[in-house]
């Protein structure tokens, strides 16, 4: 009888000590609303790639503080805000608190939703962690305690590139042409202002606005950019909507220049392969053939872990899982009004430089830089884009201090 109760107690006792290494061990889920079925799910695919592939580098470093692992849940948003939404309400209602997304129609939609979300429900907050959601009103107009950007918005991104343009000896004709919804209507609206301002000699010759994923000629419009005598195009086109477009640029034979935003959007670099080359220029949180590169050693594992193409250059999305981690150590909690707090203000020494999430506004401050696509294995340009056999090479950049965006934002605190 002493011998089965000397047992019992041994075994609630090894439960006891358990049950603490349990809790510690849950995982840490951030969903990711991004498109994975529809005209970018390549895109989308690659964003959940890159995803996984910093949690895996935090995990490997022992995860979240209290040894949990990071868990990346995708989520399809199929790049629409009524299946975004849905999206949403399936991560709340498996109780995930931390919810990423991108594309700026969404991240406004997903921003107003999970503040009335957290008023209606205190006990199951959620904070949202935009990484790749431009349009300037996120952290400006419509900005929110529980919204957090990982990446620059359109003005400062632009700002980037007219600085850039402004410097050069051309272009002296410019034609906009933009995908219609929030952020293309911001980069037509945004390039307009500060070439006028910067450059007044820019003769801006069209400015025409696509359906966002629709359009599956761009020859037509090649024709009109023709016709206006164009010598160069800005464009916040990414995905296929990119790709496309330069095809038809090069197969019409058009020499203008492409300045783009979003060029590192899985597919285009493989869509329009040597169509790019020499054509198309990008502004870029980061480029991997830049040096150091932090993450270079561990570029082939990922490649081949996720059969990516891609190299592994997405630092939007690492400094979300990697500054998160670190804010939930800080708050000693994953309640998202104390991982809120603790993210205002936090210094993220990732690739490219120091950065850091200004408390005011919930924007990051960090480096740009401004590529061009090129062979790849000529001096700067060791990893290529997508298996063309072109890679991004450095042209210009900027560090965090000198690219602080205007702080317009207002935010009402819980």
């Excluded at 164009?230 to 034979?253: K, P």
Aim: charged share 25%; proline share 5%; aromatic share 10%.
């Amino acid at each position: 009888m002493q011998i089965v109760l000397a047992r019992r107690v041994a075994a609630a006792l090894a439960l006891l000590f358990l049950a603490p290494l349990a809790v510690a061990a849950e995982p840490v889920r951030i969903a990711v609303i991004t498109p994975l079925s529809g005209s970018f799910a390549l895109s989308g695919e690659e964003v959940v790639r890159q995803f996984r592939g910093i949690a895996d580098l935090v995990n490997a470093r022992g995860g979240a503080p209290g040894g949990r692992p990071v868990e990346i849940v995708p989520l399809d948003g199929k790049a629409s805000v009524q299946d975004s939404l849905l999206a949403l309400k399936q991560a709340t209602d498996q109780h995930i608190s931390f919810v990423a997304t991108h594309i700026s129609s969404v991240a406004l939609a997903l921003s107003d939703a999970v503040s009335k979300h957290n008023e209606r429900n205190p006990d199951r907050r959620v904070l949202l962690l935009t990484f790749d959601a431009r349009d300037p009103v996120l952290t400006e107009e419509k900005c929110s305690f529980w919204q957090f950007r990982f990446g620059y918005h359109t003005t400062s991104d632009v700002n980037f590139m007219t600085d850039y343009l402004a410097r050069q000896p051309g272009p002296h004709r410019v034609y906009l042409l933009n995908q219609d919804y929030a952020y293309g209507q911001a980069v037509s609206r945004t390039a307009k202002e500060m070439l006028a301002a910067k450059r007044p000699d820019i003769e801006i010759v069209g400015d025409e606005f696509v359906p966002l994923g629709k359009v599956k000629d761009f020859t037509p419009y090649v024709a009109k950019i023709r016709a206006a005598r164009a010598d160069s195009v800005i464009t916040g086109n990414w995905g296929t909507d990119l790709a496309l477009f330069v095809r038809a640029a090069h197969e019409a034979g058009l020499k203008a220049r492409f300045y783009t935003f979003v060029a590192y959007a899985a597919g285009a670099a493989q869509g329009f392969g040597a169509a790019g080359e020499n054509r198309v220029w990008g502004v870029f949180p980061w480029i991997a053939n830049s040096t150091p590169n932090p993450y270079e050693k561990y570029n082939a594992e990922f490649r081949a872990k996720y059969r990516s193409t891609g190299n592994f250059d997405y630092v939007i999305a690492y400094r979300v899982v990697e500054m998160l981690a670190a804010a939930i150590g800080r708050a000693r909690s994953t309640d998202p009004a104390k991982v809120a707090a603790a993210l205002e203000g936090m210094r993220y020494d990732g690739a490219g430089g120091e950065s850091w999430m200004r408390a005011e506004d919930h924007q990051i401050i960090a480096p740009l830089y401004l590529a061009s696509f090129v062979k790849a294995g000529q001096p700067g340009v060791k990893f290529d884009q997508e298996d063309t056999g072109f890679g991004w090479k450095l042209e210009a950049k900027v560090d965090a201090k000198d690219a602080v965006p205007e702080m317009k934002c207002r935010m009402q605190r819980p």
